[in-house]
DNA sequence: ATATATTTTTAGACTAACCTAAATTTTATC
DNA sequence: GATAAAATTTAGGTTAGTCTAAAAATATAT
């Protein structure tokens, strides 16, 4: 088991990895990230080196092993699954959450994180429309993701989540049949208001407003 | 602000002191309660003095003061809001949380607890039966229940509570049907070993040994 | 390529919380 | 009231995580 900041440290290298390619995370910004000095960051990544959690090599920076992305990739879907929770449930505001999220999502309990998930309804992101990784930790990149609205007229696509999970949205999407996992081609952009018109795969169509295609998320599938 | 560790020596000391009147908390006693040496105990204890949580006299033992008591009911109304929680929204057993609201007890911010309090509709017990203090910190008295080895033969009562809360014993209370709400008569008391022989509404009748029915609350019906 | 600046690591210390073992105080017993 | 037993405290040490200051390695600039 791994402490409270054994898991703040990999999260912080985790979101450093993210950020700068495939470059491992140096000593000094992994010290700004968790506001602490660069000889305790030395210290603390010998230690998680030794727990196989990072690669380390002296002066190289540190990059995360499987292991050691799989626990970070634990805390932040725990981090984002207690934001939905205390926005949808709590009504707390998406900009007040963070540091409560942030002690939330050291809570061990994997029976606990899955039986929140499911009542919040399995959401894909989280109220920042940051994607929520898996019980497995697949975790949606963000790059390889787009707004409905980014896409061009002709380009196909697969819906993969909503930024906006409010109960209402939902509702309205399910009421149009736009679902997860729906697949779509933007048959037509009006210019006008920027609205949408889409193809499902059975060849029906409907029109979106701008709205909608904003607060809702595609992978671009290419042909 | 305290601790993880002070709040549960705080804690420790409360629940000592409900026990056993208002006599001060043992050092002995208090290094049970936390699986801890007794010199640990002594070592806290001076520091919780310092904080002017607890007053302490060398060799004399420890209370709270109003200072302590105070963080100490705010831990025990969060511990059980989550436990209705876990209960009641995501359907754990009552005899699965408590190590989980062991977690959750420890998360500072007074806006979360204000609005769980809220979205579980004010609850004024938890699922053990145990009275969840409100927001001020006044606690419901336990003076109006009794354990059921205090009824006597032919009296009435309804379960409202436990005293051992281990998951071991919920799970045998559970697999003799006397649950949170159960009504029962004291068919038969054995001088023996005070074994107690209960009926309950439908006709059905189970023998419980003294250890049992000392550590379940119940709520006498007069009728 | 050498000197300088920056980054990183090491060395040595600190605090919180814990421990064991020994010393002290209180309590119980005769 | 003396003495044995039990409870409690003290003394000294450990580990996790942190720090400052100095040393070592790497990167940058001329």
Chains 1, 2 share one sequence.
Not at 99 to 111: F, R, T, V
Not at 119 to 133: Q, S
Not at 179 to 188: N, P, S, Y
């Amino acid at each position: 088991m791994n402490s409270y900041t054994e898991e703040n440290y990999l999260k912080a290298i985790y979101s450093l990895a993210q950020k700068s390619e495939n470059k491992g995370a140096s000593t000094n910004a992994i010290a700004t990230a968790l506001a602490t000095k660069a000889s305790s960051v030395t210290d603390m990544v010998k230690k998680l080196a030794e727990k196989k959690l990072v690669n380390y090599k002296k002066y190289q920076g540190v990059t995360l092993t499987e292991k050691g992305k799989s626990v970070a990739v634990n805390i932040i879907r725990k981090h984002r699954l207690w934001e939905v929770f205390l926005v949808d449930k709590l009504n707390f505001k998406w900009d007040e959450v963070h540091d409560i999220a942030e002690q939330l999502e050291h809570i061990k309990s994997p029976e606990l994180t899955q039986r929140l998930d499911q009542f919040l309804d399995f959401p894909k992101f989280d109220p920042h429309g940051d994607p929520i990784p898996d019980a497995e930790g697949n975790i949606l990149n963000h790059a390889e993701m787009n707004l409905l609205s980014e896409l061009k007229q002709g380009e196909k696509g697969v819906v993969v989540g909503v930024k906006d999970s409010s109960s209402g949205f939902l509702q309205h999407l399910e009421n149009q049949n736009l679902m997860l996992g729906t697949k779509l081609i933007v048959a037509q952009i009006f210019e006008y208001d920027q609205s949408m018109n889409i193809e499902f795969a059975d060849g029906n169509h409907i029109t979106i407003s701008q709205q909608v295609s904003h607060n809702v998320c595609v992978k671009k599938e290419i042909d």
